[in-house]
């Protein structure tokens, strides 16, 4: 059969594989996919975590960024986030609206994270530059 390609013991047109193929190549892997990725898992795991997970996580996120390993205290943030903490949200907006030690500034994900952490019900006020209250 033209056309056609055994494949694992069933039959595949061999045009949909390589179409197929080619569409996953052609996609653009930007710096900020696997982030999202990450958020939509972590979204997930909140429908199942209770308000005390987030508290934990950001509480040890803090303790870390406070012994200056901010790096290491990131992905603990991030989490806390995605379960809802709106402190953990802002202060992600905070470390990439100011830089910290082993993390450049970065103000399209501070404003990002400022924007999740209003919507988490945080008041984002001072100097921050995203339309907060001034």
Avoid: C
Avoid at 116 to 128: F, K, P, Q, V, Y
């Amino acid at each position: 059969m033209a056309g056609r390609v055994a494949i694992g013991g069933s039959r595949m047109n061999a045009y949909a594989a390589l179409a197929a193929t080619l569409v996953v190549l052609a996609l653009p892997l930007h710096a900020g996919d696997l982030e999202k990725a990450q958020a939509a898992d972590g979204k997930k795991a909140a429908l199942k975590a209770s308000p005390q997970d987030s508290k934990a996580l950001f509480d040890q996120a803090e303790k870390l960024d406070r012994a200056g390993q901010v790096v290491q205290a990131i992905p603990l943030y991030k989490r806390a986030a995605a379960l809802g903490s709106g402190p953990a949200a802002r202060r992600l907006g905070d470390i990439y609206d100011r830089g910290a030690v082993g993390v450049g500034r970065d103000y399209g994900k501070a404003l990002d994270w400022y924007i999740e952490a209003r919507r988490l019900g945080e008041e984002i006020r001072g100097s921050h530059h995203y339309g907060g209250n001034h």
